[in-house]
Each structure stands twice: as C-alpha cells, then as structure tokens.
C-alpha cells in the first residue's frame, strides 16, 4: 500500500525557481509516496501548524520546513494573505474588495512590522513547532521536522546545513541542495 506524506513549509520546502522534477515533491513520488504538498512561497508557522492540524488525517507521514518566526498568516474570502516584513505590498487578482485588501495589507504590516518583538514571534514558533509534534503523534504519525533557523523546542528538529554551491543567486535551494536535502529526510524517515 503506497504511503500517504503530508509535505508543508515555505518556498524552500516548495522548491521555488526549481523545475518540478527537481522539486521535493517530486522526489517523494518518484519513491512511492502519495503527497500532499501544501507548501507554498512565502507561508509562515502559523499558516503550516493550521494545515496540518486541518489535514492530519489524510497522511501517514508529517514533513514539515519550518520557516522564519517573522512571518504570519491571515484568511480572507479563502485568500491566504501571508505577511512577510520584507513584502510591504501583495498583489492580489482584482476583485471588488482587492484594493481594500491591498490598502488594508500595509497599514497592518506598518503596525505589525513597527511593534514587531522577535522573542515573542520565537516563542510563538516555538509552540507551534511543539503543539504540532503533540498533535502528529497523537494520531500516530510518523514526523520528520525540520528548520531554516535556531530553534528552542522539546522536539528534535533537523537542521540543514546548505553549502553555497547548493543554493540558486536567490538563496533558495538548487537541484543538487533539493536532492541531498531529500536524501537526509528520506534517512531520518527510515530510522
């Protein structure tokens, strides 16, 4: 019976820039897997840990890139509207409501961005990374975590060391990271 392996994280989990071939989606169905990728450039913690909290039982595998604790997550009219304190605008397909959105967008970000506190936005991450391995192992799921930044959790995360020659001009993984990223989840899922 093939394996069911909810994949989710940011752009790097995503593999933006990457041909789909080279993608790690595509490496775990060229193994065998049935993915459900809801990773997506840009996306935060909060918006991941709502995912998998929503789709937990649609897998038998949980992989998770978590991403920077700067980021957050809203819904509006079923748009996912991810703030980013480097992306001060969004663009959005034009609707009645998209300028109101736009508008609506930066005078959140200015007052998010102006009281942002690190620690706090760390902190949050934190939980979310712990409160999701509770929930995944709650219904018996096979978990593989892992971050972009230094964490403080009472899971055990994984860290990817990404040489600059694994790395596109963006900063993002190129084929070669993808793959030896691949290859290090594919070895802690075995374990």
Known sequence: MQKKLLLDGCSYTYGLNLPKEHTL?????????????????????????????????????????????SRWHLRYQQNNIDLLATREYIELPHTVDSGLIEQSYQDLHKCLYSLFDLTHWNQNSNMLVDATAALAQQHNKKTVFFSWESRNTAYNLYYPHVPPLHRLPCGH?????????YN???????Q
């Open 25 to 69: 989606e595509h490496h775990f169905i060229e193994s065998g897997y049935e993915v459900l990728n809801l990773s997506r450039p840009g996306k935060s913690n909060n918006a991941i840990a709502l995912d998998v909290y929503n789709n937990i039982n649609a897998c038998d595998i949980v992989i998770i890139g978590w991403t920077f604790s």
């Open 173 to 181: 993984l190129n084929a070669d990271g993808t793959t030896n990223l």
């Open 184 to 190: 290090n989840l594919t070895h802690i899922i075995e």
